[in-house]
Each structure stands twice: as C-alpha cells, then as structure tokens.
C-alpha cells in the first residue's frame, strides 16, 4: 500500500529583532530539498499572533489530517538546532505583534499544564547528531512561554501529541540557510521513520 503523509512546517513570520527570520529561510531551503516520495508537504507561515494561531492551527489539522506537523521558530538565543519535547499552556504574558496577549495567559483553558511529543526527541537528536551532519543537535523542555510554545501546545493539543517544534538560531550564528535546511531535512526524517516504527508495533498488536 502506498502511505501519504502530510508533514507541514510552519516558520514564524518576522517579528522583533529578527528582520530575515532564519526559521523561515531554513523552511524554504528544505522545500528545495524535499523529502522522500512518499511524504506530501505542505508548507505555511504562521503570523506571530496568538488569535491567529488559535484559529489557523486546528483549521490546518482539520483540511490536512496529518501524519505529523513539525514547527520551526528562530530563537536568539539558540547556538544549536534544539528540539523541544513539550509545549506549555500557561503563563503567556508578552505582547504579539497585533500588541494583543490572552487574557487568561493560556492556550487552552482547563488544559493539561504541559503536553508531550509523542515523539521521541532524545532518539531523534541520537541518530541525526550520528549522521555528522555540520550542525550541533541538542534537546529543550522550555520553548519559551512565547509564541512559538503557544503554537507548540496548541498543536499538540490538537494533535494529541503527534506535532514536534525545532528551534533555529538566526542565520549565520553559526549556521547557513543550507546547513539548516539540511538538518531540518535528517531531523524530519527520522521523525517520521520512528512515527511509522510506532505504528507498526501498535498494529502488530493488533492483529494478534
């Protein structure tokens, strides 16, 4: 049987200091160099709006119904390619870029206080730094109570777990737009590679 997955990036659209947004660009870069056949990709810029996202995020889940979805936020202060394992739902208090901040400062009200990539970053971050890839690959559980951890656990939330985020330095400390593109590229890879090894533990079980 052929499998189609949907795998869509979201690269935050420009915002405060970061006048060229390296998550973007990078995004970019791995549209040029695709992933396998099999995977359908479909690629959006998220505004870095809380209320946007909270529409925007279920309605791509819901047109998509996808495999995976995989965030990508610069970080100033990031000097490696890190890969968050969870997203937090409360204490969202700075200000986007329409000047707005929830009331509540939380995702989801009533909502679990942090929710889990069902994927397993310490794996993931194993097998790409094995690869000797020229980009450093390391692990986070505080994406940043900004908007890339309110989309993290928005998309999370609606996913029940099957979303991932990676942070990205800006451009040129250290990396190039190429060598982020083709971390994002190994990084999504095996991504997929232990979602489908997952599932095909749980069919097994199934069948006996």
């Known amino acids: 049987t052929v499998i189609f997955f949907f795998s869509s990036l979201a690269g935050f659209g420009p915002f405060g200091e970061h006048a060229v947004n390296a998550s973007w660009i990078a995004v970019q870069e791995l549209e040029k160099l695709g992933l396998r ?42 000097t490696t390619v890190t890969l968050e394992k969870c997203g937090h739902n409360v204490g969202y208090k700075g200000l986007d870029n329409c000047r707005f901040c929830p009331g509540s400062q939380c995702c989801v009200e009533g909502g679990p206080e942090c929710i889990d990539s069902i994927i397993d970053m310490d794996t993931v971050c194993r097998r790409v730094s094995a690869l000797g890839l020229d980009v450093t690959v390391t692990i986070s559980k505080d994406a940043g109570r900004y ?62």
């Open 147 to 208: 908007l890339c951890d309110f989309t993290y656990y928005t998309s999370l939330y609606q996913s029940r777990g099957r979303s991932a985020f990676v942070h990205v330095p800006p451009l040129g400390k250290p990396y190039s737009a190429e060598q982020l593109g083709r971390a994002l590229q190994a990084i999504i890879e095996e991504m997929l590679d232990l979602l489908e090894h997952s599932e095909d533990k749980i069919n097994c079980q199934h069948e006996h």
């Open 37 to 78: 056949d099999d995977v359908d990709l479909h690629v959006y810029e998220v505004p870095v709006e809380y209320q946007t996202v909270q529409r925007l995020i279920p309605a791509l889940w819901k047109k998509h119904s996808p495999q995976l979805v995989v965030h990508v936020g610069v970080s100033g202060m990031a």
